[in-house]
T-cell receptor, first 116, second 112 residues
């Protein structure tokens, strides 16, 4: 399957600081990437859809000014958690849709964010 | 009603048995259906996709789709302890929507 790489895999930051998570498609071009968040023992919740060269589309209830998404190239999307708070601690997972694959979506390895 | 529903489990089966995982979805217009496996603390990995009514087999896995009943299932034959994980059903919910909506997952435990 297609390879999606996410970095960092784990990050600890202080409350009030910002953290950037990168998501790269390694062997294909991804015009669309998706960012999910997963709290312990819960399912994946879609945060936003990232479109290359345009603004991201955020799901209801997700603050666009707090979770900044940039998709500047066909292989890279970034999620920046600004002014992080402990309640933002979660597992953040990016994914990408492979064109011509019938909507198949492949996931990155995920990033564990802990805000202290 | 949740858009994608799964029994949270745990579903416990003995090694070598068939594990049957079920999922129902709310949007009758959904066209794409996926099963992902997620180990604790890890990202989901794709097991199978299915788009047409009927069965689709891949190794020990068989996905079954019944659009009339809005039901999709995953059978795992000859279950192994390494199959112990949470299995997520995912569906494209909503016309033209490209993101997947996930069920809450079913935790499978395969007893050696």
């Amino acid at each position: 399957g297609a390879v999606v790489s996410q970095h960092p895999s784990r990050v600890i930051c202080k409350s009030g600081t910002s953290v950037k998570i990168e998501c790269r498609s390694l062997d294909f071009q991804a015009t669309t990437m998706f960012w999910y968040r997963q709290f312990p023992k819960q399912s994946l919740m879609l945060m936003a859809t990232s479109n290359e060269g345009s603004k991201a589309t955020y799901e209801q209830g997700v603050e666009k000014d707090k979770f900044l998404i940039n998709h500047a190239s066909l292989t890279l999307s970034t999620l920046t958690v600004t002014s992080a708070h402990p309640e933002d601690s979660s597992f953040y997972i990016c994914s990408a849709r492979v064109l011509g694959s019938g909507n198949t979506i492949y996931f990155g390895e995920g990033s564990w964010l802990t805000v202290v | 009603q949740k858009e994608v529903e799964q029994n949270s489990g745990p579903l416990s089966v003995p090694e070598g048995a068939i594990a049957s995982l079920n999922c129902t979805y709310s949007d009758r217009g959904s066209q794409s259906f996926f099963w992902y496996r997620q180990y604790s603390g890890k990202s989901p990995e794709l097991i199978m996709s299915i788009y047409s009514n009927g069965d689709k087999e891949d190794g020990r896995f068989t996905a079954q789709l019944n659009k009339a009943s809005q039901y999709v299932s995953l059978l795992i034959r000859d279950s192994q302890p390494s199959d112990s994980a949470t299995y997520l059903c995912a569906v494209n919910i909503g016309a033209g929507r490209r993101a997947l909506t996930f069920g809450s997952g079913t935790r499978l435990q395969v007893q050696p």
